[in-house]
């Protein structure tokens, strides 16, 4: 990705991370004109990175990256402030047209998503049960369909059990759904993992 980008985007310097704390380091460090962000980050999340980069770098445009399917997370980051969304498959040219299009200051999401989106405002359709959740609902949702226990969750996110917990009742409530179990086929099932 990064010969991609130094063939099309001359003189630009690139920094690279290989972890949530490297990432946010990197950007505190310095200034960036894009962030490009992957949503799988070692340690931390990348909706929480995001977040965290919006908090102290709003103006800062980030381009998410994923391998999860557009219609799982990208309206999650847009809303959280991403200036676009676009999978690992999608073609290096259009990395570069996206990283031109946030770098003037646009928006970047690819011709089908933009389709799903327009067509979500055109018909009041049902939302998947994982879209009633809150972020941090979400969040807790995919570390249990990662196969993380309560404990191990809470002490990955800095929370209490009791928190964790209170949140996987929560879950399963607005879910209709009442094990981990039926939460982990389901996450499976919408590719979440």
Known sequence: MKQILADNLHHAVFGEAGNAQEALGLIWQDR????????????????EVLREIK???PKLPVL?????PEDQFAVRMLKAGAA???????APDALVGAINKVLAGGRYVSPALAEKMASYLAVDI?????ERLSDREFQVLCLIASGKTVTQIAKELSLSVKTISTYRTR????????????????AIQNQLT
């Not at 960036?32 to 909706?47: C, F, K, Q, T």
């Not at 049902?126 to 994982?130: F, I, N």
């Open 32 to 47: 960036w004109d894009v962030v490009v962000l992957d949503v799988s980050l070692p340690g931390r999340g990348g909706l």
């Open 55 to 57: 908090q102290s770098r």
């Open 171 to 186: 879950i399963l409530e607005k879910m209709h759904m009442r094990t981990n179990a039926e939460l982990i086929h389901y």
């Open 64 to 68: 998410v990256l994923s391998m999860h």
């Open 126 to 130: 049902q939302k998947a049960p994982h």
């Open 84 to 90: 676009g969304y676009m999978t690992k498959e999608s």
